[in-house]
């Protein structure tokens, strides 16, 4: 689509360079844990809350290096990319500080939120495209309509990258408190910060799971098949978790990892969204708090001693957390 971004091969080096150019422009968020759920899952947890990140998720790490990187070079006038959401948001805030014109794509029923917040960073919002393929067509007429530069949500090195920093930043403090990580639990849309996550836990033994809400599981069954293989997104609560196919440079990265494939259902996503709130006292967004439902699940006594678990976002619909916070569970779906 002519975004002008030379795929290459990633490494753990690109995710440290990458931590380095974010030294004072991102927020280094808090580890967190609580008793209960380490009760509850047999095992310490590690909470990487990148709900407090800028933007409202760790989306802002791979936009600010993406976006950033292609400002420094100069020559740019504008980017234009597709999301659910917050990777839309955080490019229009990365674009913003750069003095930089943003189009971002967003879906049909994209929360009200996420919307706003990307009018409110100076941002172009073009509705449309109810599926990831739609709305990359989309961007591939505004590209060429203006000749900004596509920032892509999956494919991008430098957002790979960035995102993978998150990661980092959990599994370094994990190690400098005596309690290294092995186990890691991502959640999975395109498969983007699954991916920075395993460059992150490259040459370490960490056991990589990706969680994926049941029946947007396109990285499960690519996994399976050792091909991408797309799905037509199921509903589900976490609506940043079901792009129609893992992104072809994550799905490259994580089968080569090997990395875990977890699927949970509603159910056990407005569980741990629950959980995040009353035992950390930290408001997750569904797709962030999908990231507990499947340690949980994966957690296995004696086996894993310290997982890390990402709560990669926590932009959230007021009702949404109201309609949560109500139903005491039996939402819609059980988990698999």
Known sequence: MGSAVTQRRLARADVEEAARFLEGRVVRTPVVRSAALDARAGARLLFKAENLQDGGSYKMRGATVAVGRLAEAGGATGVVCQSTGNHALAVAL????????????????????????????????????????????????????????????????????????????????AERAGTPLDALVVPVGGGGGAAGASLAAAGRAIDLYGVEPIGCDSLAR??????????????????????????????????????????????????????????????????????????????????????????????????????????GGNMTREAA
């Open 222 to 327: 690519s996994l399976a098949a050792g091909r991408r293989v797309p799905v037509v997104p199921a509903p589900t609560l976490a609506d940043g978790l079901r792009p129609t196919c893992v992104g072809a440079l994550p799905f490259d990265i994580l089968h080569e990892a090997g990395i875990g494939a977890v699927r949970v259902g509603d159910d056990a996503i407005s569980e741990a969204f629950r959980l995040v709130l009353s035992e950390l006292r930290l408001l997750a967004e569904p797709s962030g708090a999908a990231a507990l439902a499947g340690a949980l699940r994966v957690a296995e006594p004696g086996i894993h001693r310290t997982i890390g678990v990402l709560l990669t976002g926590g932009n959230v619909e007021g009702a949404l957390v109201a309609d949560l916070l109500a139903s």
């Open 94 to 173: 990365a674009a913003l500080r750069h003095g930089l014109a943003a189009v971002v794509v967003l879906p049909p029923d994209a929360p009200p939120t996420k919307v706003r917040q990307a009018e409110a960073a100076g941002a172009r919002v073009v509705v449309g495209g109810a599926s990831a393929e739609e709305r990359l067509r989309l961007v591939g007429s505004i590209h060429a309509e203006t000749g900004y530069a596509v920032i892509d949500a999956y494919d991008h090195p430098d957002v790979v990258a960035g995102q993978g920093t998150a990661a980092l930043e959990l599994i370094e403090e």
